[in-house]
């Protein structure tokens, strides 16, 4: 079991710790940091009287929405934590996973599959309510007024991604089973939107993420390039 554990996340403990002893626990990740207040101030904004009308102006997406006042919304939307979820899982997802990434990717790079994954989510919603409920990966009409925030799509993406990267092949291909499963247990929109994310990750992932921002995955943080 240690000797598994090692080869499937022995390069990524290498990144990790490397980008520590590098900058130190403060100072490694300061997206994540400034991610997870993001997310504590705009929850506790929306349950006040007077601020849950101004994160729903500023950050709410629903596929009812005009397309460009959805795309305006979909970076902050990232941040707002769904209201029917409990806050602390948000916070811890964007903690752990966000962080990680941040360490093995850097900050640029991360925010950038954060973003692609969560605008693939925010795109299928309007494709499946097209589509209807009878095709599949169809969405019936009334989730074109369910409100769709969270850092879950990025969440998703990003983990399937650094794990990619680093070669941790179960945890690449269990991330994606995990979401398979939940589609079939509970057909929602959450569940389709995280496999439209999966899938726009995986196209970078293919396609190795090759964008003007450069092709080492340690961009941004200071790090040497990951040795593919």
Request: charged fraction near 10%; include cysteine.
């Amino acid at each position: 079991m240690r000797a598994w554990a090692r080869a499937e996340w022995g390069p990524l403990y290498v990144a990790l710790r490397a980008a520590l002893l590098a900058r130190g626990p403060l100072l490694a990740a300061p997206l994540t940091l400034g991610a997870v207040v993001l997310t504590a101030l705009l929850q506790f904004v929306q349950n006040q009287s007077w601020g849950f009308a101004l994160v729903e102006a500023a950050g709410a997406v629903r596929a009812a929405d005009p397309l460009w006042l959805a795309l305006l919304r979909t970076p902050l939307s990232l941040f707002v934590p769904a209201l029917d979820l409990p806050v602390w899982g948000a916070l811890a997802q964007v903690l752990c996973v966000f962080g990680i990434a941040e360490l093995c990717l850097g900050r640029r790079r991360t925010l950038l599959i954060a973003y692609v994954a969560t605008l693939a989510g925010t795109l299928y919603a309007r494709i499946g309510i097209a589509l209807g409920p009878h095709a599949p990966f169809g969405l019936p009409a009334s989730d074109a007024l369910v409100v769709d925030t969270g850092p879950s799509a990025a969440v998703v993406g990003l983990a399937v991604y650094v794990a990619v990267r680093h070669h941790a092949r179960v945890t690449a291909v269990a991330v994606p089973g995990a979401i398979v499963v939940e589609v079939l247990l509970k057909d929602n929109l959450a569940g389709k939107e995280h496999l439209a994310a999966l899938l726009a990750v995986g196209a970078l992932c293919l396609a190795g993420l090759q964008s003007p921002l450069g092709s080492r995955a340690g961009e941004g943080s200071g790090l040497p390039p990951i040795q593919s």
